[in-house]
């Protein structure tokens, strides 16, 4: 579904406070043509108001917003950069928008960075960055992490751990009292990867993680192994709950509702569905996940939505323009907040709503997660990759001594895929 939207529309909420940011801009002029995959309500407002906002900045410019359906607009892109390029297009951060900067498809924008907004978007600038420059820029993201029963980590005397031995040690009482340490469900399979990411990025550190998810380093190799074998000492412990294959994401939910299991590694989009089961602020709280390997620093799974201006645009200082307003700290605010996106500015300079989910989530990706930000393995690895390689991580949670065989697989289905 298409909509066309002139720049004279004005958005409730959302066109307020941005006429002293429009005094940092030089004045434009012509045609500006935005192509968003923000097709659902909420976000279709938000990009609304965008637009009439920077139009009432730009009085000199006409901006044309086309809005397409999210799932069309991922078969749509590569042709639509190809040819007849808009000035600003909406996608994602990491290897998601590899192949469109190796195809020369997208600007590089670089200038932008200089300065203030690298040391604001510090979070997000190495899933921005391919080849020692930057390819676009952040406007939303939300944090994964563990989400726990507060009571009962009260009750047992638990204290969010800090690192391996101590969230193993954390476990163990909880198995002892006939609690699971986790939940989860991987029917849909993206949950266990979940759990490869955090626990690769934790043995291996982020560079490694990328290279893995982008070819360059063997299924077999040996950091790989380190990995599976921190995984499987969960599994062995019985730190899960059984029958995980069965479950989709939210059928594993009542599992830590009901007090049978203690956490959950999810992203925030879970708060909601256990708050309305039930489950009290008091009850519920969150901790980052904890280090394994202290040489290496902390990163974080923080899928990330971009803006990016194509290399064929036809007024990319416009485009330009536009990349640097979003990125601002009151932009951010205004357009992540409870009543718009719901999720996390980016910009370390914007302010989050009262929630203490987002406000934990923000504190840990602004201000600790050093190693970087990666994007969750079904976007930072191919698809077909990303589908075999969820197949491995679950058959490996249920069957863990097929390891060798698992890893020989994923091997050979990198050999095939990247080589395409």
Not at 172 to 195: E, H, S, Y
Not at 360 to 367: C, D, I, R
């Amino acid at each position: 579904m298409l909509k066309t939207l002139k720049a004279s529309v004005a958005v409730a909420g959302l066109v307020a406070g941005g006429h002293a940011f429009a005094a940092e801009h030089e004045s434009l002029s012509g045609d500006l043509v935005i192509f968003s995959d923000m097709s659902n309500p909420a976000p279709r407002a938000v990009m609304e108001g965008l637009v009439a906002e920077f139009g009432e900045m730009h009085p000199d410019l006409n901006i044309e917003l086309t809005v397409i359906d999210r799932e069309a607009y991922k078969t749509q892109i590569r042709n639509f950069l190809t040819a007849n390029a808009p000035d600003v297009a909406n996608w994602y951060a990491g290897n998601r928008m590899a192949p469109y900067v190796d195809a020369g498809l997208f600007m590089d924008v670089s200038d932008i960075w200089e300065g203030e907004m690298s040391e604001n978007l510090a979070s997000t600038k190495s899933a921005m960055t391919m080849d020692d420059k930057q390819w676009g820029v952040p406007y939303t993201y939300y944090q994964w992490g563990v989400y726990y029963r507060a009571d009962l980590y009260d009750e047992y005397g638990l204290e969010e751990p800090q690192d391996w031995e101590t969230l193993k040690s954390n476990c163990q009482t909880l198995l002892d009292n006939g609690i699971k340490c986790f939940t989860i469900g991987t029917k849909f399979l993206w949950t266990a990867g979940g759990w490869f990411d955090y626990l690769n990025m934790r043995t291996n550190g982020y560079d490694y993680h990328m290279q893995l998810t982008a070819g360059e380093i063997p299924w077999t190799d040996d950091g790989v192994r380190q990995t599976f074998a921190n995984w499987r000492e969960l599994i062995d412990m019985g730190a899960f709950v059984d029958n995980h294959t069965a479950y989709s994401w939210q059928e594993a939910l009542p599992f830590m509702v009901n007090g049978e299991a203690a956490a959950y590694l999810m992203g925030n989009f879970a708060v909601a569905p256990l708050r309305e089961a039930g489950l009290s602020d008091d009850q519920l709280d969150y901790y980052q996940f904890p280090a394994i390997n202290p040489d290496v620093e902390l990163a974080e799974d923080a899928p990330t939505d971009t803006f990016h201006v194509p290399a064929q645009a036809s007024n990319p200082e416009a485009g330009k323009a536009f990349l640097k307003y979003v990125t601002s700290p009151e932009v951010q605010t205004r357009i992540n907040a409870s009543d718009a996106l719901g999720q996390l500015p980016i910009n370390s300079q914007a302010s989050v709503g009262d929630d203490k989910f987002l406000q934990q989530g923000f504190e840990v990706l602004s201000s600790n997660a050093p190693g970087g930000v990666a994007q969750f393995f079904d976007r930072d690895a191919p698809a077909e990759m990303a589908k075999v390689a969820m197949e491995g991580f679950q058959q490996f949670m249920v069957q863990p001594d097929q390891l060798d065989n698992i890893l020989q697989r994923l091997e050979q289905a990198t050999g095939r895929i990247y080589d395409k």
